[in-house]
């Protein structure tokens, strides 16, 4: 770099944006690492099944995960235990709410009576019905023939 040597004597202002540029980069490296995190909500094994009716997931659907440890996630947001019914009743408060359906996912390895516990949980706060969702055994399909019939009528 050079100097430069006038002699008008006039200011020449000029930003500094090095400053600027870290702290960019500095949030971009933040952002880049906890936005996965808070997308990928939980992890559930759910359990496998052979005849199974195939249940596409729709963007008004109400999903309970419960991970391996018993832990709650509302539509893959953590949730507190103590803070479900609470929660459930103000999704299903709503009068004029069509369906009251809870959907299910919880971890294979849990046990049993921390499914049946939070199944209590969710008919307290107004659920009037909870679906559990199982995944189909790989290599397999539904023995039912009603199952197997896709939607739009094809099979």
Do not use: C
């Not at 400053?19 to 952002?31: K, Q, S």
């Not at 893959?76 to 479900?84: C, F, G, S, V, Y």
């Not at 390895?109 to 008919?123: F, P, R, T």
């Amino acid at each position: 770099m050079g100097m430069s040597v006038s002699g008008g004597g006039g200011v020449k202002a000029e930003p500094n944006v090095t400053p600027m540029i870290d702290v960019m980069l500095v949030l971009l490296i933040i952002f880049m690492i906890t936005i996965p995190q808070i997308n990928a909500g939980f992890k559930a094994v759910p359990p496998e099944g052979q005849n199974l009716k195939p249940h596409p997931e729709e963007d008004g659907d109400q999903v309970l995960g419960i991970d391996d440890q018993g832990r709650y996630y509302l539509n893959k947001k953590p949730i507190r235990n103590e803070d479900l019914e609470t929660a459930v009743r103000e999704i299903y408060g709503v009068e004029n709410r069509e369906d009251y359906i809870m959907y299910v996912k919880a971890d294979k390895e849990l046990q049993y009576l921390k499914v049946v516990d939070a199944l209590g949980i969710l008919s307290k706060g107004g659920v009037r019905v909870a679906a559990l969702i199982t995944e189909q055994q790989p290599g397999t399909e539904s023995l039912v023939e009603s199952d197997r019939i896709k939607p739009g009528g094809s099979q």
